[in-house]
């Protein structure tokens, strides 16, 4: 009789328990069913939803916010009055040079740089760069830039410097070194190629970085350009990267811009570039960067032909001292230089060596000495010789330079 009862409750037992996992498994199959019916509901409101505002709040998007100053102490050995009427043959005629940076014996506050960047929502991004001198303040920049476009595509529009060559995209005070390449000065003037237009690139989906951009400007560039009774500025190029190891990269790029001058013919600009890094230790670096510009600009019955380049070397010792050396050179000079008769316009170049040192990443302290021979002063060709040191101070939630 005991043998009964305990194998009845044992039975009992084994039936319960099997009652009890089937009702939990029910109950979860209703739950997955549930669950996916909430996902397609979802999969289908982003879908078919156009505004998004309701779920982006920009305040959690402040500003990034900063702030560059530039300044410097130089001695020269012409005056003034001197430097700023100096003509550069072929390129600058005299009282045309522009002297926006270290124009003075003496001492000089270049600028002060107010860089404002911000999300506006999931699709575009926006940059205001605000350039302040003691006498001056323009836009320096001011543009809004895609975040997702599909395919690897970016579109940039508004003012902004463009993506010509290597040196020309870069804030003076991201150079390597304090003056612009005379080649860069004499066919686009100290802004260089900063308009208002519109730009589109596409990275390829390759192992190797290969971009391709163009870009179509109001072209009021008036070195080169000038005719801006409408857009006239086209401009494209190419640029790709490799790796050596791991230790060296190299950049290259090809682009021309092709636009209207001022005769209202057409101008030609082509550039190569070409930069290598080297790594040599956790923070020493060897950087040899070189650009090649040349111009054909045609005017009422003849073109002028003009080119030149620069090459600098930059040996960075660690995260304090670096020491670089430039050369450069007009190669090409095919126009009318009858106001320099009687005076050597030939071999125009210019040497630059420099030590930087930096406390800390967001100041530099830089000394240089140049020597010029391209420049014409009073009818006579006028070499100069100049000694600087030079400040830099960047603070505030500023965005990392290409190197």
Known sequence: MKKRIL???????????????????????????????????????????????????????????????NMSALARNVNNDEYVAASMPGFIGTGGMLLPFNKNRGFNMNYA??????????????????????????IGEGYIQ?????????????????????????????????????IYKGLFGPAGIADIGVQMQWVAPTDTYL?????????????????????????????????IGSETSVLGGVSIAHGKNITENMTDVYGVDFTLRRELGSYSAF???????????????????????????????????????RYELITKN??????????????????????????FPMSRLRFSYTYDKSKVVAGERKNYNEVMLSLNIAAGAHGAHEY
């Not at 095919?334 to 406390?359: A, H, M």
């Open 211 to 243: 971009m391709f951009g163009v870009e179509a400007m109001q072209g009021t560039n008036k070195r080169s350009f000038g005719d801006s009774s409408k857009n006239n500025l086209y401009i494209g190029y190419i640029k790709s990267s490799i790796d």
């Open 146 to 182: 895609t975040t997702s476009l599909p395919y690897s595509l970016r579109v940039k529009a508004g003012k902004f410097k463009s993506s010509f060559g290597r040196l020309n995209k870069k804030h003076q005070h991201n150079w390597y070194f304090d003056a612009q390449p005379l």
């Open 113 to 138: 740089e107010l860089a404002l960047h911000s999300v506006v929502d999931p699709y575009f991004e926006a940059f205001v760069n605000l350039h302040i001198q003691v006498d001056d303040v323009h």
């Open 334 to 359: 095919e126009t009318d230089l009858s106001l320099y008769n009687g005076i050597d316009t030939n071999n125009l170049d210019r040497y630059t060596v420099k030590l930087d040192y930096k406390p």
């Open 7 to 69: 194998l009845s409750a044992l039975l009992s037992s084994a039936l319960f328990g099997d009652a009890e996992l089937d009702a939990i498994k029910k109950e979860l199959a209703q739950q997955k069913a549930v669950t996916q019916q909430l996902q397609t509901k979802v999969e289908a409101l982003e879908q078919t939803s156009t505004n998004n505002s309701a779920s982006f709040s920009q305040n959690a998007y402040l500003p990034d916010i900063a702030f560059i100053l």
């Open 287 to 325: 950087i040899w960067q070189s650009e090649y510009l040349e111009r054909h600009k045609k005017l009422s019955d003849t073109t002028d032909k003009q080119a030149g380049f620069y090459s600098e070397l930059v040996y960075q010792y660690n995260n304090n001292y670096s020491f670089g050396a």
